[in-house]
């Protein structure tokens, strides 16, 4: 299958400081991308879905302020965690999908600890 | 819109049997996908099998096979032999053709422990 980049796997910041997750595609043109947060011996939650070159769209209680999502090109989107405080501590992975494709192929996740 | 139903916190079998675990699904949309990932402990999710709604015959990939009922919305996993290295969580996911460029809407997931 394709194989979608994610990074850093795992990330220990300050209360107040921020991070940026990358996602890439590096075999195919993902025109979208999606963002999902994990908490833990939970499923996965959407928090927003980005087309190439367009304002993300985020589901409802997610803070766009705070979780920025930018996806310039076709290979990269990145998530952007502002002021981070301790609840933001969680799961974060991203999934991308080529146009019309079926499958979704997701990165391998980054593990965000807030202290 | 999509709704998952994974009914089975926890699975427990022996190794080299098999499992089945369940996933009932709802949805408006005439034509849709349904996927089931596996997650180990390092957090990665991955692909194991596809069912497409107009599919006649249930998908099948090496020791996966999904029990497809239409009628019934419910698209089970059947994972036959099992080995220790399939203790993960399972998750059963679909996603529908009719509304765009939709995401995936997961199960809260099974976990599945295998047995020496």
């Known amino acids: 299958g394709a194989v979608v980049s994610q990074h850093p796997s795992r990330v220990i910041c300050k209360s107040g400081t921020s991070v940026k997750i990358e996602c890439r595609s590096l075999?195919?043109?993902?025109?979208?991308m999606f963002w999902y947060r994990q908490f833990p011996k939970q499923s996965l939650m959407l928090m927003a879905t980005?087309?190439?070159?367009?304002?993300?769209?985020?589901e409802q209680g997610v803070e766009k302020d705070k979780f920025l999502i930018n996806h310039a090109s076709l290979t990269l989107s990145t998530l952007t965690v502002t002021s981070a405080h301790p609840e933001d501590s969680s799961f974060y992975i991203c999934?991308?999908?080529?146009?019309?494709?079926?499958?979704?192929?997701f990165g391998q996740g980054t593990r965000l600890t807030v202290v | 819109a999509q709704k998952i139903t994974q009914t089975q916190p926890g699975m427990f079998v022996q190794e080299k049997e098999a499992v089945t675990l369940d996933c009932t699904y709802d949805?408006?949309?005439?034509?849709?996908?349904l996927f089931w990932y596996k997650q180990p402990s390092s957090g990665e999710m991955i692909f194991l099998i596809y069912q497409g709604s107009y599919d006649q015959q249930n998908a099948t990939e090496g020791r996966y096979s999904l029990n497809f009922q239409k009628a019934r919305k419910s698209a089970n996993l059947v994972i036959s032999a099992s080995q220790l290295g399939d203790s993960a969580m399972y998750f059963c996911?679909?996603?529908?053709?009719?509304?765009?460029?939709?995401?995936?809407?997961f199960g809260k997931g099974t976990r599945l422990s295998v047995i020496a």
């Open positions: 980005s087309n190439e070159g367009s304002k993300a769209t985020y």
């Open positions: 075999d195919f043109q993902a025109t979208t």
């Open positions: 949805t408006s949309d005439p034509s849709y996908g």
């Open positions: 999934s991308a999908r080529a146009q019309g494709a079926t499958e979704a192929f």
């Open positions: 996911a679909m996603r529908g053709w009719n509304s765009g460029n939709t995401p995936l809407v």
